[in-house]
Nanobody
Framework: QVQLVESGGGLVQAGGSLRLSCVASGSIFSVNAMGWYRQAPGKQRELVAALTSAGSTNYADSVKGRFTISRDNANNTVYLQMNSLKPEDTAVYYC?????????????????WGQGTQVTVSS
């Protein structure tokens, strides 16, 4: 079994910063892409930032220049540093990972989600 456990959410004033963390554990051979999504009330879940094992990044236009995604590959951990937060960043943030579970099938990946962590930005 594979688990993604997030931490670091909370309440912050506009202009403030938060750092989210997500650790993947369990039956893991390798972790490929890792990323963060968010879902605000009444809205669809959207990609915030993603990072491949090779180091390629992808950011939503709304967070470019404010958020930074990074990884600790040795510890299967992904981070999201969020600066200059805005009220519209308020959402539940979910960690996502594409994970290979077996050395016998290294290119076969499964998608996993964390339980979500609430980020609330007050104006």
């Amino acid at each position: 079994q594979v688990q993604l456990v997030e931490s670091g959410g909370g309440l912050v004033q506009a202009g403030g910063s938060l750092r989210l963390s997500c650790v993947a554990s369990g039956s893991i051979f390798s972790v490929n892409a890792m990323g963060w999504y968010r879902q605000a009330p009444g809205k669809q879940r959207e990609l915030v930032a993603a990072l491949t094992s090779a180091g390629s990044t992808n950011y939503a236009d709304s967070v470019k220049g404010r958020f930074t995604i990074s990884r600790d590959n040795a510890n299967n951990t992904v981070y999201l540093q969020m600066n200059s937060l805005k009220p519209e960043d308020t959402a539940v943030y979910y960690c996502n990972a594409l994970i290979s579970k077996s050395a016998l099938y290294p290119t076969t990946t499964f998608q996993y989600w964390g339980q979500g962590t609430q980020v609330t930005v007050s104006s």
